[in-house]
C-alpha cells in the first residue's frame, strides 16, 4: 500500500468555518516573529524572508505554523539554523518529504519542513526544536510586483484568515487550511529592509504601516509590525514605453527549454466608446462584517458611478446563496445607479461564503455586442477555491471578462489571482485603510476600453504559454506573460486588436545557455517540481541535521502557533464566537487532546472487551468531552497513580505519523488527564477483519517509561512484517505493561 496521503498535521475544525479561537492564557508562544530582506527592480524581487522560533520549555518542541506568501512568489529556497549550523534543505515529492521529517524525528535530529496547501498558504514545521534553543528557518521567493497607481507594488501577507470550507466533505483537505486564531496578541513582529534600484519618481510610500524611507531603502519603524495584516509598499516609475520586452533564462540542469517573462506595454490608441455590461458581484458572507463590508460597498458604489446611460448594470449580492438587485440587467441611467447606490448601502454581512452559486448567477449570458465584464468583491476566504476557478474558466462566455477585488487584511489571493487569469482579467487588492474612490477609478481606467484584445502568440521560438487565457492589455499597466522557448532561440510572434486594427510585435529570441539569466525567471515561469527546486503542492522543502540534537526516548510538545485576528475584523464576523461563548481551547498545554466518549468504557473486570470487538459506534459524531471532566464524572477523588491507569485503560485516538515497511509511528498527546507509561510485555495488533497481525514495540525508538504530563506528546514505535504498508487494516492496538501495576493502552488509529 502507498504511503496515505494524509499522513500530516491532523487539525480539527469546530465549524464550516474551518477554525476556532485559542486563549493564550498567558503563555509564550514559540514563533517569535520575522524579517523581510527585499531586493526589487524591474518588476521583479527577491525575498528573504527568515523566521525565529524559541523553545522555553525544558522538553523538545515540534511547532507547527501556516505561513501565508505571496501567491504570485516562488519558494526557491529554504534553510534553518540552529546555533552555529545552517541546514541546507531541498525539495522532495510531497509524500517522501513527509517520511523523511518523521524519521528524522524519531532519529533525534533537528528537521523542518515547508508543505504548500494553497498558493498563497504554507505549512511549516519545525520539529525536535531542543530546549532553551532557538531556530531560524530562512525562504527565499522569487515574487512579480503588481502595478498600482503608475508604479510597481511590493504586497507580502502576514496573517491567514479563517476560510469557510462548507459542509463536511466538500474539502478534501480541510485539516490543512483550518485556522486557529488567538484571543488576544500573539506578540510576534514584523521588520523590514526593502531596497529599489528602479529610476523612480517618486518616494516610497506605504498604505498599511509607517515607514522610514531613505533614498531608495525603506524599514518599518523600530520594533517591527504586528501580523495583523498585509506589509505594501508602493513606488512610482518613469512611463514603460509601449512595446514588448523579453527576459530569458534557463536552469543549469533539467529540460532543455528556456523560460521567459514577456512585458507588453500597450500603444496608446484611442478606442470608440463601447457599451459596457457591468456585473459587480459581492461578498457579504460573516466575515465581511464591519470595516471590511463598508470598503467593498464603497468600492461597488465607485464603479456604479462610472457608467453611462448606454451601459447596462446588475448587482448581485452572496452569503449563504446569491441574491441579485433586479431579475434583469437594466440601463444605467441616472435613476437606475441611484437606486443601485442605494440598495448596495443598505447591505449587512452575515452567514457562509457560498461563492460558486453567486459566481454562476453573475456569468449568465448578457449582451453579445457590449463588453461584458463581472467584478468580484470579496475577501476570498474560502477553502474550495478550485470550485470557484472552474466555474470560470467553464462559465465564462466569449467576449466576457472577470476581474478580482480584494478587501481587507488578509486576502486569499490563492483565489483572488487564479479566478483573474482565469478570467482575462486583473486583480486589485485594497486595504481598509486606503482610498477606495482612488482604486476603483484605476479599476475603472484600466478596463473601460481595452487597448489591445485577443491575444495570440506564435513563432518558431514558442513551446507554450503558461497562461491559460492571455489578458487583455490595458490603459496605463504593463502586461506578463509566462512562456516556455526553445533553448536554440528563434523568433516570437504577439498578434492583437486594436480600435485601429491588428496590432503585431516580432522578437528575436537569442540562443539561452543552461544556467545563463536570472533564477528569478526560472522560478516564476516553471514552478513546476523538483528540477528547478520550487515548492508546489505535489514537492515540499525539507531540511534536516547531520547530528541528534535531542533524545528522542524522552517526551516532546506539540505546538501549533496561532494567528492573530486580521485587523479589521472581528471574532463575531469570522464564525469564532457565538452567543455562547463560542469555542476556546488552551493553546500551549492543550491543543489537540485525545477524544473520550461516553460508550467507552475502561477495560478490566468492570468493561473488559476481547481484543477482536470493535467499538460501539466508532463515528459517533457527539462532540468530545473535557478529559479533566471524564476523569471526575468516572473516577471521582481517586489517587493521582491510579486516575492516570485508568484514564490510559480508556480508548484513545492517536496519529498516525509515519507508515513505511515494517514500521508504524504513533503519537500520543496526552489531555487534561495525565498517565504513566511503562514499556509493555504484551502487544496486540488486531485488523480490521479481526485477525491479529506480528508486532513488536522499538523501544530504542518509543518514548522512556514515566509520568507523561498534559501537553506532552508519546511516541510509540511498533514493528511487524508489513506493519507499516498494511496499517491502514489495523483497527486496534493494544499495549499491556502486565506488571504489578499494569497499563493497558487501548489505541484507535487515524491518519496524521
Not at 437606486?339 to 461563492?355: D, K, P, S, Y
Not at 455586442?369 to 476566504?381: C, F, I, K, S
Not at 476523569?631 to 509515519?658: I, K, N, P, T, Y
Request: aromatic share 4%.
Amino acid at each position: 500500500m502507498p504511503a496515505h496521503p494524509a499522513l500530516a498535521p491532523a487539525h480539527s475544525p469546530s465549524h464550516p468555518q474551518g477554525s476556532r479561537l485559542v486563549s493564550l492564557d498567558g503563555q509564550v508562544l514559540p514563533f517569535l516573529g520575522g524579517h523581510l530582506a527585499v531586493d526589487a527592480a524591474g518588476g521583479l524581487a527577491r525575498i528573504v524572508l527568515r523566521q525565529r522560533f524559541s523553545n522555553p520549555t525544558a522538553q523538545a518542541l515540534r511547532v507547527v505554523y501556516q505561513v501565508p506568501l505571496p501567491a504570485d512568489a516562488a519558494v526557491s529556497g529554504f534553510n534553518f539554523e540552529l546555533g552555529e549550523e545552517r541546514i541546507m534543505g531541498e525539495v522532495d515529492r510531497r509524500a517522501a518529504a513527509r517520511e523523511r521529517f518523521e524519521e528524522a524525528l524519531v532519529e533525534g535530529r533537528t528537521a523542518a519542513l515547508l508543505e504548500q496547501e494553497r498558493e498563497d498558504l504554507f505549512t511549516q514545521e519545525v520539529g525536535n526544536l531542543p530546549p532553551g534553543q532557538e531556530v531560524v528557518c530562512e525562504l527565499v521567493l522569487d515574487q512579480r510586483l503588481s502595478w498600482e497607481h503608475g508604479g510597481w507594488a511590493f504586497r507580502f501577507p502576514t496573517v491567514v484568515g479563517p476560510r469557510y470550507l462548507g459542509q463536511e466533505g466538500r474539502v478534501p483537505d480541510a485539516g490543512r487550511v483550518a485556522v486557529e486564531v488567538a484571543e488576544g496578541d500573539p506578540g510576534a513582529r514584523m521588520t523590514l529592509a526593502l531596497v529599489v534600484r528602479d529610476e523612480r519618481t517618486g518616494v516610497l510610500t506605504s498604505p498599511s504601516h509607517a515607514l522610514s524611507v531613505d533614498r531608495g531603502r525603506a524599514t518599518l519603524a523600530e520594533g517591527g509590525a504586528a501580523l495583523d495584516r498585509d506589509l505594501v509598499v508602493r513606488w512610482a516609475v518613469a512611463s514603460l514605453a509601449p512595446g514588448a520586452r523579453l527576459d530569458l533564462a534557463r536552469a543549469a540542469e533539467g529540460p532543455a527549454e528556456a523560460s521567459g517573462l514577456l512585458t507588453l506595454v500597450p500603444p496608446q490608441v484611442p478606442g470608440p466608446v463601447v457599451p459596457r455590461d457591468l456585473v459587480v458581484l459581492l461578498d457579504t458572507s460573516g466575515s465581511m462584517h464591519g470595516r471590511p463590508l463598508q470598503q467593498a460597498v464603497a468600492v461597488a458604489c465607485a464603479l456604479v458611478d462610472s457608467l453611462l446611460p448606454q451601459d447596462q448594470l446588475q448587482l448581485v449580492e452572496f452569503s449563504t446563496r446569491p441574491r441579485a438587485w433586479r431579475e434583469q440587467p437594466v440601463a444605467a441611467t441616472p435613476a437606475a445607479r441611484a437606486e443601485a447606490v442605494a440598495w448596495l448601502r443598505a447591505l449587512q454581512a452575515g452567514g457562509g461564503t457560498e461563492m460558486r452559486a453567486g459566481i454562476e448567477a453573475a456569468l449568465a449570458r448578457l449582451r453579445g455586442e457590449a463588453q461584458r465584464q463581472v467584478v468580484l468583491v470579496t475577501d476570498g476566504l474560502i477553502g474550495f477555491e478550485q470550485e470557484i476557478v472552474r466555474a470560470v474558466r467553464e462559465g465564462l462566455p466569449r467576449g466576457s471578462r472577470v476581474h478580482t477585488v480584494g478587501i481587507g487584511s488578509s486576502v486569499n489571493r490563492g483565489l483572488l489571482t487564479p479566478v483573474a487569469r482565469a478570467g482575462g482579467g486583473i486583480e486589485r487588492v485594497i486595504g481598509l485603510d486606503e482610498d477606495a474612490q482612488r482604486a476603483a477609478a484605476e479599476l475603472v481606467a484600466a478596463t473601460a476600453a481595452p487597448l489591445v484584445v485577443d491575444l495570440e502568440l506564435s513563432g518558431s521560438a514558442l513551446v507554450e504559454v503558461v497562461h491559460h487565457r492571455p489578458p487583455d492589455l490595458l490603459a496605463d499597466r504593463p502586461s506578463r506573460l509566462g512562456l516556455r522557448l526553445r533553448a536554440e532561440g528563434g523568433e516570437l510572434v504577439v498578434r492583437g486588436q486594436t480600435a485601429a486594427g491588428p496590432w503585431e510585435q516580432r522578437l528575436s529570441v537569442p540562443a539561452t545557455a543552461p544556467g545563463q539569466g536570472s533564477g528569478a525567471v526560472v522560478t516564476l515561469v516553471e514552478a513546476l517540481g523538483i528540477q528547478y527546486q520550487v515548492a508546489t503542492r505535489r514537492t515540499s522543502w525539507l531540511a534536516v541535521s547531520q547530528a541528534r540534537t535531542v533524545d528522542p526516548g524522552k517526551p516532546t510538545r506539540r505546538v501549533r502557533v496561532p494567528q492573530a485576528v486580521p485587523y479589521g475584523a472581528s471574532v463575531e464576523g469570522l464564525g469564532l464566537r457565538q452567543a455562547s461563548g463560542g469555542v476556546v481551547v488552551a493553546c500551549l498545554a492543550d491543543m489537540s487532546p485525545p477524544r473520550f466518549r461516553k460508550d467507552w468504557a475502561p477495560s478490566g473486570p468492570a468493561g473488559s472487551r476481547s481484543l477482536g470487538q470493535k467499538l460501539a459506534n466508532p463515528r459517533d459524531p457527539s462532540p468530545a468531552r473535557e478529559p479533566s471532566r471524564v476523569v471526575a464524572d468516572h473516577f471521582g477523588a481517586a489517587d493521582a497513580e491510579e486516575r492516570a491507569r485508568e484514564v490510559a485503560e480508556r480508548w484513545h485516538e492517536v496519529r498516525v505519523v509515519l507508515a513505511r515497511g515494517d514500521r508504524l509511528v504513533l503519537e500520543l498527546e496526552v489531555g487534561a488527564a495525565e498517565l504513566i507509561w511503562r514499556r509493555p510485555r504484551l502487544l496486540a495488533v488486531t485488523g480490521r477483519d479481526g485477525r491479529e497481525l506480528r508486532a513488536h514495540l522499538d523501544l530504542a525508538a518509543s518514548t522512556d517509561g514515566g509520568w507523561i504530563r498534559s501537553g506532552q506528546v508519546l511516541r510509540i514505535v511498533l514493528e511487524g512484517p508489513d506493519l507499516g504498508r498494511d496499517w491502514a487494516r489495523i483497527e486496534e492496538v493494544l499495549l499491556d505493561a502486565d506488571s504489578e501495576h499494569s497499563l493497558r493502552l487501548h489505541l484507535r488509529l487515524v491518519a496524521g
